[in-house]
């Protein structure tokens, strides 16, 4: 499949990940839907595409509505006449351990609340869920060969302190499975569903965690240092082009042996 003349949405595009997909894509040919939270954001990533003569539009949006995901697939058809490329970039972490024991007395004195477990419920797979299936509507309705791509995580192997967010991960590494799966029973042969599963990367997401546990983490990267978003982008512009890149999870992580000497 071509990058060039195709065209992708891509949620969360506004930072971190989702923008460096946003503007690999873009380079290689592709006419790109940014879609973010963040109008501010938005506003930077698309500013500086439309400056560089590529075509972009920035689409305001909550992936985890209903009318917002409908309406951000409706704004990128409108824009650009299709979709092919479909990447979840749109995600967030709530870290903290299930529970808290008060050190003196041993008892639980804090635990992970409900808002902290349903945020990240929702945006990580309530949003990729919204997301792929509006997405493979558009793609099915409107005949466009095209390739789903949700952004699972290396931590959905199960990381202490992210049972929410491993919770979201695991099952978003399920969905190219399940979705091809489908796609056969149905006789849809021209979309395919690829997840990736990055490792520890440098986007702003990561300020949200514990420094030291992270500290503690990069040290047991075989590559000694965080992923770029750019690596990232790189392997999802590959998984668009191979299309033998099918109803799997590719992980890349640098190599993260942890705990100590065992490659997860
Ligand atoms: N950074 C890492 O180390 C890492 C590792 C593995 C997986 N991931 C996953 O990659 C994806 C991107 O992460 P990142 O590090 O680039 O994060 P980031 O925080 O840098 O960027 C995420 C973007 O998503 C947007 N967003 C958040 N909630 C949204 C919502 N409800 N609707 C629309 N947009 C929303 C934010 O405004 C932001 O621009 C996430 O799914 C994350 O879980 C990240």
């Known amino acids: 499949m071509k990058i060039e003349g195709s065209v992708a949405v891509v949620t969360g595009g506004g930072n971190g990940i989702g923008e460096a997909v946003v503007r690999y894509l873009a380079g290689a040919g592709a006419k790109v839907a940014v879609v973010d939270m963040s109008q501010k954001d938005l506003d930077r990533v698309v500013g500086d595409l439309k400056a560089q003569g590529k075509q972009a539009v920035g689409i305001q949006?909550?992936?985890?509505?209903?009318?917002?995901?409908?309406?951000?697939?409706?704004?990128?058809?409108?824009?650009?006449?299709?979709?092919?490329?479909?990447?979840?970039?749109?995600?967030?972490?709530?870290?903290?351990?299930?529970?808290?024991?008060?050190?003196?007395?041993?008892?639980?004195?804090?635990?992970?609340?409900?808002?902290?477990?349903?945020?990240?419920?929702?945006?990580?797979?309530?949003?990729?869920?919204?997301?792929?299936?509006?997405?493979?509507?558009?793609?099915?309705?409107?005949?466009?060969?095209?390739?789903?791509?949700?952004?699972?995580?290396?931590?959905?192997?199960?990381?202490?302190?992210?049972?929410?967010?491993?919770?979201?991960?695991?099952?978003?590494?399920?969905?190219?499975?399940?979705?091809?799966?489908?796609?056969?029973?149905?006789?849809?042969?021209?979309?395919?569903?690829?997840?990736?599963?990055?490792?520890?990367?440098?986007?702003?997401?990561?300020?949200?965690?514990?420094?030291?546990?992270l500290k503690a983490i990069v040290a047991d990267v075989h590559l000694g240092r965080l992923i770029e978003p750019e690596e990232i982008a790189s392997l999802i512009g590959h998984c668009v082009e191979n299309e033998a890149m099918n109803a799997t999870t590719v992980e890349i992580t640098g190599g993260l042996c942890y705990p100590k000497g065992i490659a997860k």
């Open 61 to 213: 949006a909550n992936v985890t509505s209903e009318a917002d995901t409908a309406r951000f697939i409706k704004a990128a058809v409108d824009a650009f006449g299709k979709i092919n490329i479909l990447v979840t970039c749109a995600g967030i972490i709530r870290d903290g351990t299930m529970l808290n024991l008060d050190k003196e007395t041993g008892k639980v004195s804090r635990k992970l609340t409900l808002d902290k477990w349903q945020a990240v419920i929702d945006v990580n797979l309530t949003g990729t869920f919204l997301s792929v299936r509006d997405a493979a509507e558009a793609m099915v309705n409107g005949g466009w060969p095209g390739v789903l791509i949700p952004i699972s995580s290396i931590n959905k192997v199960g990381q202490v302190g992210q049972l929410n967010y491993s919770s979201t991960k695991v099952a978003d590494a399920l969905l190219p499975k399940i979705v091809v799966g489908e796609f056969q029973l149905r006789g849809i042969k021209n979309i395919r569903c690829v997840a990736i599963a990055p490792g520890y990367t440098a986007t702003p997401l990561l300020k949200g965690m514990n420094q030291d546990a």
